[in-house]
């Protein structure tokens, strides 16, 4: 046989079977990468399932507060010709004030400023265009204090003797609780069971035994301020404030997930 031919049928085979290699070589590839390719599909169904497995229910608790601290805003508030004469009234008053909140038994901590403001009063000259400088012909000095009372039923002598000793502003009187903690544990513990409950009477209705707790969530809501609107109309009319606190709501609700077994 002719040397080119030998070589032309060598060269043939080693085509065939480097093909033959390649094609074997890539084949074991395909069936791990499907099944790589359907697994996660099969994960995401079972942690879908497992996420919306159970009952779902909320739970409501609330607990009525009689507040135990009420708050006032309290201030001098004085308009004169001169600055210096305004700021050193409006000092002076203040200083005044503070010192028989102190001697009523409002502790230091108790009294904060909230407030120091400073007023030029400007007048407008009168021309028939509207023209002209404005013109300062006083100043006014206004100083405001916020006052926590916690001995509650001394707030009407406490604000009249405020007025006594040179306040002439008090407004947004409220009332509050000092210390929500134990009054948010037992609203808790009643949005707890509500939950319970209702999960309860889910799960018998629907002829299945109720599961564990699975997860919990939630929301708690402050007592809003109780406001005493009627404060500055009593100081007007002379005389000490009435003084009706009522109550305040503390809320918390929860989101609560059982099992089923």
């Given amino acids: 046989m002719p040397n080119r031919m030998i070589i032309g049928i060598a060269a043939l085979l080693l085509t065939v079977a480097a093909a033959l290699g390649t094609l074997f070589a890539v084949t074991p590839q395909l069936t791990p990468s499907i099944a790589e390719a359907n697994q996660p599909a099969n994960a995401n169904a079972q942690v879908a399932a497992d996420v919306n497995t159970g009952i779902m229910v909320s739970g409501e608790g609330k607990v009525?507060?009689?507040?135990?601290?009420?708050?006032?805003?309290?201030?001098?508030?004085?308009?004169?010709?001169?600055?210096?004469?305004?700021?050193?009234?409006?000092?002076?008053?203040?200083?005044?004030?503070?010192?028989?909140l102190k001697s009523l038994g409002i502790a230091e901590k108790d009294i904060q400023t909230t407030s120091y403001n400073l007023y030029p009063i400007t007048q407008q000259p009168r021309t028939p265009d509207g023209s002209g400088t404005p013109t300062i012909t006083g100043y006014r000095v206004s100083n405001q204090v916020r006052v926590t009372i916690r001995k509650i039923d001394d707030l009407g002598k406490i604000l009249e003797q405020a007025v006594s000793a040179g306040a002439n502003s008090i407004y947004g009187v409220s009332f509050g609780v000092d210390d929500l903690a134990p009054y948010q544990q037992q609203a808790r513990a009643a949005a707890i069971k509500d939950a319970q409950d209702k999960a309860a009477q889910l799960a018998k209705s629907a002829n299945i035994q109720?599961?564990?707790?699975?997860?919990?969530?939630?929301?708690?809501?402050?007592?809003?301020?109780?406001?005493?609107?009627?404060?500055?109309?009593?100081?007007?009319?002379?005389?000490?404030?009435?003084?009706?606190?009522?109550?305040?709501?503390?809320?918390?609700?929860?989101?609560?997930?059982?099992g089923i077994k």
């Fill in 64 to 100: 009525n507060v009689k507040p135990n601290i009420a708050i006032a805003n309290i201030g001098v508030d004085i308009t004169t010709a001169s600055l210096s004469d305004a700021t050193n009234q409006a000092n002076t008053k203040m200083a005044a004030v503070i010192e028989k």
């Fill in 210 to 258: 109720l599961g564990p707790v699975l997860a919990i969530s939630e929301g708690t809501q402050g007592p809003g301020p109780v406001f005493a609107t009627n404060a500055r109309l009593s100081l007007a009319q002379g005389g000490e404030v009435p003084v009706q606190t009522g109550e305040t709501q503390i809320i918390v609700n929860v989101s609560v997930r059982f």
